[in-house]
């Protein structure tokens, strides 16, 4: 992912790859906010848990 990241900067500059993130972050807020929807929980609760796991990830669960 770091080489496909550093491969996007240098071809296209970091403005590019800023605009790389922010397209992804919206598709996945909008599929937690479908997600929230079809459930009926809150997507702000959603949001969280995700976030949380993520950042568990990031350690190796420890």
């Known amino acids: 992912m ?11 500059g970091t403005a ?8 992804l972050a919206r ?3 909008k599929s937690l906010d479908d997600l929230a929807r079809a459930t ?7 949001l969280d848990t995700a976030e949380a796991e993520a950042l568990e990830g990031l350690d190796g669960g420890r």
């Open 27 to 29: 598709v996945h807020f």
């Open 40 to 46: 009926g929980r809150d997507s702000t609760a959603l």
């Open 16 to 23: 590019y790859l800023e605009l790389v993130a922010t397209a």
């Open 2 to 12: 770091l080489e496909y990241r550093g491969g996007l900067a240098r071809r296209n």
